[in-house]
């Protein structure tokens, strides 16, 4: 026999394991929200007019299937605008590194963590891409921020 049922119930049992469920989902999605927020702030940083994604769309991110295909375009629109922007400042190219390779193999990598026993090779890489991408934008981020905006022209006819 595969499993015996208990002969008694116990509530705690339960209330045990719906804590430990509950307890690895806040664990697991904790970094991401701290992700999303980094992703919005960085928006936020750019000019309304050169922006290419609101900063308060990142938040569909965390829509369970949608955002298998969302994150793309998040970190796509994030980092290529974040780049733009510094560069626009003045700030060197190397000093502007978004981390946008890291970024969208970390995304392709989370298509690959819903496979059964591929999740335990691809989690490591996915693991390493997603902290250097977030390092990268925060430090992105944190240099738009640094980086004063350059003084609008007038155009004169």
């Known amino acids: 026999m595969l499993y015996k049922v208990p002969d008694t119930f116990d509530p705690a049992d339960g209330a045990f394991s719906l804590a430990m469920f509950l307890g690895s989902c806040a664990v697991l999605l904790l970094p991401r929200i701290f992700l ?3 992703l919005q702030k960085a928006l936020g ?3 309304y007019d050169r922006r290419s994604l609101s900063p308060g769309l990142v938040w569909l991110s965390l829509i369970p299937v949608f955002s298998l295909v969302w994150d793309f375009v998040v970190v ?3 980092s290529t605008c974040v780049g733009n922007e510094l560069r ?3 700030v060197p190219p190397e000093a502007a590194d978004t981390g946008i390779a ?3 193999v970390s995304c392709l990598l989370a298509l690959f963590l819903w496979i059964p026993f ?3 090779l691809v989690g490591i890489g996915f693991l390493i891409c997603f902290i250097i991408f977030w ?3 925060a430090r992105a981020s944190n240099l738009l921020a640094a980086t004063p905006a350059p003084a609008a022209t007038a155009v004169t006819t």
Request: one cysteine or more; charged letters at 20%.
């Open 45 to 47: 940083r750019c000019p």
């Open 102 to 104: 890291f970024g969208l």
């Open 135 to 137: 390092v990268r934008i």
């Open 76 to 78: 796509g629109a994030t």
């Open 118 to 120: 591929v999740n335990l």
């Open 88 to 90: 626009r400042r003045g």
């Open 36 to 38: 999303l927020a980094t």
